[in-house]
């Protein structure tokens, strides 16, 4: 995975307090890692853009022409507005566990604010905004490195999509709290 200053320089929080506007965090391998703003502020370029998707009148939606992605030898039909929405949702949905997909679609897709969040999912201020802007970071890392075609840049994806050619990430295996890996974990106690 090839994060460069060039990639997260122009989407960096200027008054991050981690990466201080650069975008890159220093490692404990003395290497370099985008810093969790620059994810958020792709998860938020794209979700405005599924707003705009669903707010627009239908009647503007547009069907084009496009070529593949390695090049015009085959070209397709597309509703660029349509897979876009479908992309956003289902990819999202897929890359979120139960409870913060419940989450997700609470705040960002019903538009419920925090204190309804709060009250319905049953935790307090500080946990939803920690949950909301993990939520975000890991988002907006997955709509960057999704293979082989991802969700950003937008304006690749709106003018016909090119193929992802960063390599794929090593898979994270995400362990979620009573799934079967969780238990796997726990050490077995031998009978007596
Ligand atoms: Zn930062």
Redesign the pocket.
């Known amino acids: 995975m090839e994060w460069t200053r060039s990639e997260t320089l122009g989407l960096?929080?200027v008054k991050?307090?981690?990466?201080?506007?650069?975008?890159l965090?220093a490692t404990r391998g003395g290497g370099n890692a985008p810093?969790?703003?620059?994810f958020r502020a792709i998860f938020r370029a794209c979700y405005a853009r599924f707003r705009q998707c669903v707010e627009k009148e239908k009647t503007l939606s547009r069907v084009t022409l496009d070529c593949g992605p390695k090049g015009c030898g085959r070209v397709t039909w597309s509703r660029k507005d349509e897979e876009y929405m479908a992309d956003f949702y289902l990819v999202t949905k897929r890359s979120l566990t139960a409870d913060e997909w419940k989450l997700f679609s609470a705040h960002f897709l019903l538009g419920a604010d925090w204190r309804l969040c709060s009250r319905q999912l049953g935790m307090d201020r500080g946990t939803f905004f920690h949950e909301l802007y993990r939520i975000e970071g890991l988002l907006g890392q997955v709509y960057r490195e999704l293979h082989p075609y991802s969700l950003y840049p937008l304006d690749e994806y709106f003018a016909g999509r090119t193929e992802n050619d960063w390599p794929e990430p090593k898979k994270v295996v995400r362990i979620r709290p009573g799934s079967l890996h969780a238990r796997l974990r726990v050490p077995v106690k031998k009978a007596a």
């Open positions: 960096a929080a991050c307090a981690i990466c201080r506007g650069m975008g965090k810093c969790g703003c620059v």
